[in-house]
């Protein structure tokens, strides 16, 4: 039987799961919004064995505010450019991009809280920067790196600048003066959503996809003839990031998927439908293995660096991937909806919160 976490989830969207090896997330506060919130028992979610191993780390992941690791004047004054955007712009919600100077001579400084350990292969190596070990791609055209939290090896910020001047090592050396004078620091002692630092967020942040997955595939059945007597359906959920969740049922193949994401123009022009109440477009290429997926963008958009009139628009959302596009899995894609948004929403961004989205207006 592969390994469990315990993790809240609203009683209503329980799985009726044996109880096997269980451990607690510790010292995750649920991010607290405007007004009540209901109380949230719970329940064991079914991580793969590689899940488990990360998923409280995940966890406390999703109560940090990932643009606030970003320091704007620090990186004004290092980098010799002003400010042009702040917003996420890669494939999960715990990540922040930074950009300055103009479109055509850019430095673009991206952050990504998630695991790391996994992708260090041999061309990976500890590096000493500032008098900190972090983990460094000698062969990057970005000087990516990856700088381990307190509290875990594998689990931490994964760090890239894009610019027209990296061509030789020695251009690590502006993000290398950054990150001791400013990330180290926050990698140590995060930012959370609670505090409130930055603003215009997104509603998605804070909230946990596998809860809205695993609710909304508990009734996914299984041939019985695929299972030895006695047997049990596993519904085994894996993540990839911290709001990047898939699942399968008795078996290897991922069949359903929830990513909270961000979605750029053009992830928005598939077939239009609706689903848990807000327009939804069909996804050019589903998440998992399953034959139907769908993105469905929330509000607020931010607009990026400007790029001739105007940045190109951005937005977070769902990203959902189902075994079939049949009433039954549609009916789930509603359910992963309502899940994620019934889940409780981060605090309100205090007054004079960093702003995010386009800063040179």
């Given at each position: 039987?592969?390994?469990?976490?315990?993790?809240?989830?609203?009683?209503?969207?329980?799985?009726?799961?044996?109880?096997?090896?269980?451990?607690?997330?510790?010292?995750?506060?649920?991010?607290?919004?405007?007004?009540?919130?209901?109380?949230?028992?719970?329940?064991?979610?079914?991580?793969?064995?590689?899940?488990?191993?990360?998923?409280?780390?995940?966890?406390?992941?999703?109560?940090?505010?990932?643009?606030?690791?970003?320091?704007?004047?620090?990186?004004?004054?290092?980098?010799?450019?002003?400010?042009?955007?702040?917003?996420?712009?890669?494939?999960?919600?715990?990540?922040?991009?930074?950009?300055?100077?103009?479109?055509?001579?850019?430095?673009?400084?991206?952050?990504?809280?998630?695991?790391?350990?996994?992708?260090?292969?041999?061309?990976?190596?500890?590096?000493?920067?500032g008098g900190r070990t972090a983990k460094r791609d000698p062969e990057s055209d970005r000087c990516a790196t990856f700088?381990?939290?307190?509290?875990?090896?594998?689990?931490?910020?994964?760090?890239?600048?894009?610019?027209?001047?990296?061509?030789?090592?020695?251009?690590?050396?502006?993000?290398?003066?950054?990150?001791?004078?400013?990330?180290?620091?926050?990698?140590?002692?995060?930012?959370?959503?609670?505090?409130?630092?930055?603003?215009?967020?997104?509603?998605?942040?804070?909230?946990?996809?596998?809860?809205?997955?695993?609710?909304?595939?508990?009734?996914?059945?299984?041939?019985?003839?695929?299972?030895?007597?006695?047997?049990?359906?596993?519904?085994?959920?894996?993540?990839?990031?911290?709001?990047?969740?898939?699942?399968?049922?008795?078996?290897?193949?991922?069949?359903?998927?929830?990513?909270?994401?961000?979605?750029?123009?053009?992830?928005?022009?598939?077939?239009?439908?609706?689903?848990?109440?807000?327009?939804?477009?069909?996804?050019?290429?589903?998440?998992?293995?399953?034959?139907?997926?769908?993105?469905?963008?929330?509000?607020?958009?931010?607009?990026?660096?400007?790029?001739?009139?105007?940045?190109?628009?951005?937005?977070?959302?769902?990203?959902?991937?189902?075994?079939?596009?049949?009433?039954?899995?549609?009916?789930?894609?509603?359910?992963?909806?309502?899940?994620?948004?019934?889940?409780?929403?981060?605090?309100?961004?205090?007054?004079?919160?960093?702003?995010?989205?386009?800063?040179?207006?």
């Open positions: 039987m592969l390994p469990r976490i315990v993790v809240p989830v609203v009683a209503a969207l329980a799985m009726g799961t044996a109880a096997a090896c269980s451990v607690a997330v510790p010292g995750v506060p649920a991010p607290t919004g405007g007004g009540s919130q209901p109380v949230v028992p719970a329940v064991e979610l079914d991580y793969d064995e590689e899940t488990a191993a990360i998923a409280p780390a995940y966890a406390r992941a999703r109560t940090f505010d990932v643009c606030a690791f970003h320091d704007i004047s620090t990186a004004e004054q290092i980098f010799e450019r002003p400010a042009a955007a702040l917003l996420p712009k890669r494939f999960d919600i715990a990540t922040c991009e930074l950009d300055l100077g103009t479109f055509s001579d850019a430095w673009e400084i991206s952050f990504a809280y998630t695991e790391g350990g996994s992708r260090f292969g041999e061309e990976w190596s500890p590096a000493q920067v700088v381990p939290s307190r509290d875990s090896d594998s689990v931490g910020l994964d760090i890239e600048i894009n610019s027209p001047y990296i061509v030789e090592k020695e251009s690590c050396e502006p993000l290398d003066r950054y990150l001791t004078e400013v990330v180290f620091a926050r990698v140590d002692h995060p930012p959370t959503l609670n505090e409130g630092l930055t603003g215009p967020r997104s509603p998605l942040l804070g909230k946990d996809p596998c809860q809205a997955l695993a609710a909304a595939t508990a009734d996914v059945e299984v041939d019985p003839e695929e299972l030895l007597p006695g047997e049990e359906v596993e519904r085994t959920l894996s993540m990839a990031a911290p709001y990047r969740c898939s699942g399968s049922h008795g078996g290897d193949i991922v069949e359903y998927a929830l990513n909270l994401t961000v979605l750029d123009e053009d992830e928005l022009t598939g077939e239009p439908i609706e689903i848990g109440g807000l327009p939804a477009y069909r996804a050019e290429s589903p998440p998992g293995l399953g034959e139907c997926g769908f993105v469905v963008p929330v509000d607020p958009a931010f607009e990026g660096m400007k790029a001739g009139e105007r940045g190109i628009e951005y937005r977070t959302g769902l990203e959902i991937g189902l075994a079939t596009c049949e009433d039954a899995d549609m009916a789930r894609a509603e359910k992963m909806v309502q899940g994620v948004l019934g889940q409780p929403a981060a605090a309100e961004p205090r007054p004079g919160a960093q702003r995010i989205g386009r800063l040179d207006q």
